[in-house]
Every structure is written in structure tokens, then in C-alpha cells.
């Protein structure tokens, strides 16, 4: 079964810090990947997705198909960056997203 | 444009009550979604619609059914509510001009469920 695996529930570090969060996945194929946030009082939304090999609010995401990893990385955090975050998968043509449990960055001044 | 909406926001049940929860979109898309989401576990998909006229069971839908009314609005239904659906509950819509979980998810505020 496909299954997405975020270690940390809660990342800590301080503004200006890399902040690097982690998520690996098991599927023999080829996903889709993506990282959702949802910031206080906000509705979850989209940050970013493999496909697009963007930069959004100054964070990358690469695919590590050999380690079936997707890390969420930015160089340095800022305050605004506080939110849970989420990795998700899917697969080809599917309409099931499968989330990882979420890791909480807190950016402390 | 309200994107995904929700009602009601909070809900408290007892166990064996009924009960709609309602979630309607207004950016003309084609799929919608009902998750989960419990501490600890991420968010898991009930059922989906990938278009108005079909619904599909996600990961976890025993003791849920839902409803397309229309393209605009996905009902989750709970016929006889068990402390364990105590949760909160999200809509999604997406397009739907190809593999739904492809394309960008909206979701709604949430539906803060507790069932006593």
C-alpha cells in the first residue's frame, strides 16, 4: 500500500536557520508529490508540487526516487514560514491524495 | 468567490444521531472530496466525486455516505454517529480535467465534529 511518511511532528528553528522538513514514501511507481501548508486560521492549500519544479515563498522540494524521499527545504526560515505542513502523494490518473501526518515548523525570532 | 464553504462549522453529536454535512464550491469544478483528519494521521479521504453524477469510496468510508447533489454541492452523510467519527471534517474541489489528485486541491474551512 502507498504510504506517506513524515517523521517529525514538530520542527523548531530559529529565524534565519535552513529549515529542512522530511518526507518519504513508499510506491514502487512513479507519484505524484506534493507539499500542502496550512497556516494559522487558514485554509490548507497548495504549496508546491513535483511536477512543477518551483520555488514557492523560497522553498524547493526534490524527488529522491532512489530514496523515495520529497524533503521540503528553504535556506532560511522566516517567522511567516510557522505553519503545519503536509507531503502528499498520488498516483497516476488517481483521484486519491494520500497524506503524510503533518509536521508542525515553529520559526522562532 | 467563496471557493469551498462548509456548514456547519462545529457540531456536537451523540452517538447514534444523524446528521448532513453540507459543502458547496463556486469555481465551476468538477471533483470534490470529503477527508479526515485525526491527530496524528494527516488528513484520509472518505469518498471522492470525480464529476457531478459519480461518487467513489477513498481510504476510509464505512459508516459515511455522500451525495452530489449537483457540480456545485458534495454532502457526507453520517447515519448513526460512533465516538470514533469524532473528527474534523474538510471538502476539497479540484477541476477535474484529468486524475483529480493531479491537479490542485481547494479545500473548505473545516467541520469540527465531536460525538459523544
Known amino acids: 500500500a502507498q504510504r506517506v511518511t513524515q517523521p517529525e511532528k514538530l520542527l523548531s528553528v530559529f529565524k534565519g536557520a535552513p529549515v529542512e522538513l522530511k518526507c518519504n514514501y513508499s510506491?514502487?511507481?512513479?507519484?505524484?508529490l506534493f507539499w500542502y501548508v496550512q497556516y494559522s486560521r487558514q485554509r490548507l492549500q497548495l504549496l508546491l508540487r513535483?511536477?512543477s519544479r518551483e520555488s514557492i515563498k523560497g522553498f524547493t522540494a526534490d524527488l529522491n526516487k532512489g530514496e523515495t524521499s520529497f524533503h521540503l527545504k528553504k535556506p532560511f526560515a522566516q517567522e511567516e514560514d510557522s505553519a503545519m505542513y503536509y507531503c502528499?502523494?498520488?498516483?497516476?490518473?488517481?483521484?486519491?491524495?494520500?497524506f503524510g501526518s503533518g509536521t508542525r515548523l515553529l520559526v522562532r525570532p | 468567490n467563496a471557493g469551498v464553504t462548509q456548514t456547519p462549522k462545529f457540531q456536537v453529536l451523540k452517538t447514534g444521531q444523524s446528521m448532513t454535512l453540507q459543502c458547496a464550491q463556486d469555481?465551476?469544478?468538477?471533483?470534490m472530496y470529503w477527508y479526515r483528519q485525526d491527530p496524528g494521521m494527516g488528513l484520509r479521504l472518505i469518498y471522492y466525486?470525480?464529476?457531478?453524477?459519480?461518487?467513489d469510496k477513498g481510504e476510509v468510508p464505512n459508516g459515511y455516505n455522500v451525495s452530489r447533489l449537483n457540480k456545485r454541492e458534495f454532502s457526507l452523510r453520517l447515519e448513526s454517529a460512533a465516538p470514533s467519527q469524532t473528527s474534523v471534517y474538510f471538502c476539497?474541489?479540484?477541476?477535474?480535467?484529468?486524475?483529480?489528485?493531479?491537479?490542485?486541491?481547494?479545500f473548505g474551512p473545516g467541520t469540527r465534529l465531536l460525538v459523544l
Open positions: 466525486s470525480a464529476s457531478e453524477g459519480t461518487t
Open positions: 510506491y514502487s511507481g512513479s507519484p505524484e
Open positions: 469555481m465551476n469544478h468538477n471533483s
Open positions: 513535483h511536477i
Open positions: 502528499a502523494l498520488t498516483l497516476d490518473s488517481s483521484y486519491k491524495l494520500i
Open positions: 476539497a474541489s479540484s477541476e477535474g480535467r484529468r486524475g483529480g489528485a493531479q491537479e490542485t486541491q481547494y
